[in-house]
């Protein structure tokens, strides 16, 4: 929807194993997030980028990791060091260009994380 | 680190009741606020956003919200909600860093 693609809307992992969240965007912005959103606990910041090659820790970085090589692109590979890895990851991206501090998030469909 | 609070977890209203939302913030620089809403099923969508100017802004819907500097709030009101506006409600702010904070959510239904 809207520019932001997130793939795949459904993931199964083992426990034990990494897993690769994908985000695009076709929006030429140079900002992404990326969030967990848990029942009751609203949406959390996992990773954030600014601008190619540079990326900085939300406030639940630990277990995730993201690599921003492209403008286009944000992964986010959920680790075997994240404990509790069962959730709703959202990718989003400010609107619009300049300033993004106050531009409001413009969100992908989603993936929903899932522990067997 | 800054951090958001929303402290009506789940609020039920009447059709035609009015609404008002709290959202209180921490940090101590400049931040830039916003309310989202999310309808079942679909995605955050924005309902108006603050970052300068008129402390009082209007929203789509019919909302709107004030941003009390002295009190770090930036509560969400809708004077008169109809049963559509149930749906689940943030606030976020993000600092001129570009970090994002959201708070827990609030869940409206409004009874028809």
């Known amino acids: 929807d809207g520019g932001i693609t997130q793939s795949p809307k459904y993931l199964f992992r083992k426990e034990g194993q990494n897993v690769t969240l994908s985000c695009e965007q076709n929006?030429?912005?140079?900002?992404m997030y990326w969030y967990r959103q848990d029942p009751g606990q609203g949406l959390r910041l996992i990773y954030y980028?600014?601008?190619?090659?540079?990326?900085q820790k939300g406030d639940i970085a630990e277990g995730y990791s993201v690599s921003r090589e492209k403008k286009e692109s944000f992964p986010l590979t959920v680790t075997s060091a994240q404990k509790n890895p069962t959730a709703f990851y959202l990718c989003?991206?400010?609107?619009?260009?300049?300033?993004?501090?106050?531009?409001?998030?413009?969100f992908g469909d989603g993936t929903r994380l899932s522990i067997l | 680190a800054q951090s958001v609070s929303q402290h009506n977890h789940h609020v039920i209203l009447s059709e035609a009741a009015s609404l008002e939302l709290g959202c209180n913030y921490s940090?101590?620089?400049?931040?830039?606020l916003f309310w989202y809403v999310q309808y079942p099923g679909q995605h955050l969508q924005l309902l108006l956003k603050?970052?300068?100017?008129?402390?009082l802004v209007k929203g789509i819907k019919g909302f709107e919200a004030e941003f009390i500097k002295s009190k770090f709030s930036f509560n969400l009101r809708k004077p008169s909600v109809q049963w559509s506006d149930t749906a689940e409600y943030f606030c976020?702010?993000?600092?001129?860093?570009?970090?994002?904070?959201f708070g827990d959510g609030t869940t409206l239904t409004v009874k028809p």
């Open positions: 989003a991206s400010p609107l619009g260009t300049g300033k993004i501090s106050n531009q409001p998030q413009h």
């Open positions: 929006l030429n912005h140079d900002a």
């Open positions: 940090y101590g620089g400049t931040v830039n």
């Open positions: 980028s600014q601008i190619v090659n540079d990326f």
């Open positions: 603050y970052f300068s100017g008129d402390p």
């Open positions: 976020a702010v993000t600092t001129n860093a570009g970090k994002s904070t």
